[in-house]
């Protein structure tokens, strides 16, 4: 698939289109920078579906056209013209097999967009010329885009590679394609997951407010391989429906998920809906984790908004136990370990949240809060050892073990030691 720049700041140059798709827009995070001013920071993207190049539109102030006429999302065929701004792209190749001579060409057209045959260019008349608008008029862009109306007909996942939906595979190869993205007028978030037949594992992440972007890739165990089989067959996965459809107004939530065994394959796309499938979400869940697991992934699979939310959720429970220290022995120990979990959530967030100091000074009174508890306890047990008062010294010391539950502490384990011992000498006196 190439392209090549007929009109614009950058007219002359020519592009290849990998199957994973660029992204073209003035941002320098973009796949390829167009310093054309009418574009938006992130205008559109090209990417190969269906064995052939598509084009859709990222929400741009000035639209995406495909020979002349606006798109959302559609194939694009060899010799098509996209108008992005003042810059005009030719489709030299679209990587659709040649037809017959005498026929036409027919673009699947799956009722999310319209597009006309090629045609001359045309310039925009200057009423479009518009400025970037202010961050709430693209929040209700990027809306408009991903909640287009349109038909109910099924589109299928957008697969990283293109052996994904046309792989020949043996009767016991595995074919995953596993797509996660989440957009709203500030950010998109995309987490990406491919299994190929010969059992490499490819995980990308795509985080633009944040700047995270990376690839992790590892071959992945026959056994492993074998038991993912094994519970994806049991999950009725291949029962769904091709598309659950929901409504979320300002932001896009949408997974898709392509398994092919052997040569049976089932693509489902759950677009903006809470209430998903158990079935796909259960192998999806089982994917998740396999990409923690072998990759050593796992915050990274979160967006900023989903680590902060989830770091403020372990903060109030840390809080939470910490207020009902007296209740139980361990809640203090319990509240230490959820507000660690809180500050190791935000990690990598860069921009941290107005209740990460709430985080960091309840954790430092609950340890402190702990440290005397354990003091008194402690003195209390070594003042029974040393009168030989072994029932009072066994009971201190289980009250230790249990304000500090964890057993890797050298607090615990020490006092796990001394009550062996005075329990072997309260023995003879019972």
């Known amino acids: 698939m190439m392209i090549s720049i007929q009109a614009g700041p950058e007219a002359g140059q020519t592009f290849p289109i990998p199957a994973e798709g660029v ?22 993207r090209l990417f190969e579906k269906d064995g052939g190049l598509w084009v859709t539109d990222l929400g741009s102030a000035n639209q995406t056209l495909l020979n002349n006429s606006p798109v959302t999302e559609t194939p694009a065929l060899t010799g098509s013209l996209i108008t992005i701004g003042d810059t005009v792209i030719r489709v030299d190749s679209d990587g659709r097999p040649p037809v017959d001579q005498g026929s036409q060409p027919t673009a699947v057209d799956l009722g999310f967009s319209t ?22 008029a693209v929040l209700m862009i990027v809306a408009a885009w991903w909640l287009r109306p349109g038909s109910n007909a099924p589109k299928a996942p957008n697969p990283q590679t293109p052996s994904v939906l046309a792989v020949k595979a043996a009767p016991d190869t595995l074919t995953v394609a596993y797509e996660k ?10 987490y990406a997951l491919n299994l190929t037949p010969d059992h490499m594992l490819v995980i990308s992440v795509d985080d633009l407010v944040n700047n995270r972007s990376l690839s992790k890739k590892k071959t992945i165990g026959a056994e492993v391989i074998s038991q993912l089989m094994q519970e994806i067959r049991d999950s009725g996965f291949e029962t769904l429906d091709p598309l659950y459809r929901g409504v979320t107004p300002g932001r896009l939530n949408e997974r898709s998920l392509t398994i092919i065994i052997g040569r049976d394959a089932r693509s489902v796309r759950i677009l903006n809906r809470d209430d998903v499938p158990p079935a796909f979400d259960a192998v999806c869940t089982k994917l998740e984790s396999m990409g923690k697991v072998e990759l050593g992934l796992w915050a990274i699979q979160y967006s900023s908004e989903q680590l902060i939310a ?7 429970q840390g809080k939470k136990l910490s207020t009902e220290r007296e209740i139980a022995p361990g809640n203090l120990a319990g509240a230490i370990s959820s507000l660690n979990q809180a500050e190791w959530l935000l990690e990598s967030v860069e921009r941290k949240p107005a209740f990460y100091q709430d985080i960091i000074s309840t954790r430092t009174e609950a340890t402190a809060a702990l ?13 029974a050892i040393n009168l030989r008062d072994w029932e009072n010294a066994a009971t201190e010391l289980r009250m230790l073990l249990q304000i500090i539950p964890d057993r890797e502490d050298k607090r615990h384990q020490t006092a796990r030691k001394q009550l062996i011992e005075v329990e072997e000498r309260w023995k003879p006196a019972r």
């Open 310 to 316: 989830m770091a403020e959720e372990a903060m109030v």
């Open 23 to 44: 992204r073209i827009g003035r941002s320098s995070k973009n796949d390829i920078v167009l310093s054309d001013p009418l574009l938006s920071r992130y205008h559109c």
């Open 181 to 190: 993205i989440e957009a709203t007028g500030d950010n998109i978030f995309r």
């Open 371 to 383: 440290d005397t508890r354990y003091e008194e306890l402690n003195f209390k047990a070594e003042k």
């Open 115 to 136: 597009s006309a045959g090629t045609g001359t260019v045309r310039k925009r008349p200057a009423s479009r010329l518009l400025p970037l608008v202010a961050a709430a």
